[in-house]
């Protein structure tokens, strides 16, 4: 199975920081792109899309680098709500869409 | 947007009895749906994908005698933990694609499996 990778953490920020977390995938037909946010005990949910333009929305920014095979997500004036596990998913096309997960990032803002 | 229903959000059983686990696409059809397992502060692990008419796909290491997956029709999935022990408490959430939409993967709320 092609790898997702993401650094596990924790990334451990003050309220206000700006923090970047990467992801890279090993498949150079990899198709499309997300960033998921999961708090504790609770499902997966979609933060955004990553486009290969990039993508803003607020204060988190998306990027793809397909040259480099990686994403980043920015978040800019870190808020204690943004503490949680944040997923890197790949979807590789077979067909159909096949997703690969990274294992997450954890993210603690602290006051 | 997509919506998937999961149910039960909690359940806890006796060891040796079988727990089934329920995935619906309420407002989409969903012909490949995948279940998943977590552990506590582990990340999510892929168990099988579910097709619709068709035997699941199981990832390696994963009995499908003992998870038993039924995808009989476009709108539900479910999973079945038989003769299940404390080792299968888990968290165990479904996801799905609506294809017909922006190809955005949903996930149910999630089914928090305890064994006694």
């Known amino acids: 199975r092609k790898e997702v990778e993401q650094d596990p953490g924790p990334f451990n920020v003050p309220e206000g920081a700006t923090v970047a977390f990467n992801c890279t995938y090993s498949?150079?037909?990899?198709?499309?792109f997300f960033w998921y946010r999961q708090d504790c005990r609770k499902e997966p949910k979609l933060l955004m899309s990553?486009?290969?333009s990039g993508n803003e929305d607020g204060r988190f920014t998306a990027q793809l680098n397909r040259a480099s095979q990686y994403i980043s997500l920015l978040i800019r004036d870190s808020k204690l709500s943004d503490s949680a596990t944040y997923l890197c998913?790949?979807?590789?096309?077979?067909?159909?869409?096949?997703?690969?997960f990274g294992r997450g990032t954890s993210l603690i803002v602290h006051p | 947007g997509a919506v998937v229903s999961q149910h039960p959000s909690w359940v806890i059983c006796k060891s040796g009895t079988s727990v089934k686990i329920e995935c619906r696409s309420l407002?989409?059809?969903?012909?490949?749906m995948f279940w998943y397992r977590q552990f506590p502060k582990q990340s999510l692990m892929l168990m099988a994908t579910?097709?619709?008419?068709?035997?699941?796909?199981?990832e390696q290491g994963v009995e499908k005698d003992k998870f038993l997956i039924n995808h009989a029709s476009l709108t539900l999935s479910t999973l079945t933990v038989t003769s299940a022990h404390p080792e299968d408490s888990s968290f165990y959430i479904c996801?799905?694609?609506?294809?017909?939409?922006?190809?955005?993967?949903?996930f149910g709320a999630g089914s928090r499996l305890t064994v006694l």
């Open positions: 407002d989409f059809q969903a012909t490949t």
């Open positions: 579910s097709n619709e008419g068709s035997k699941a796909t199981y």
């Open positions: 996801s799905a694609y609506d294809y017909s939409g922006a190809n955005v993967l949903t």
């Open positions: 498949n150079s037909a990899s198709q499309s």
């Open positions: 990553v486009y290969s």
């Open positions: 998913v790949v979807n590789e096309s077979g067909g159909s869409y096949i997703p690969t």
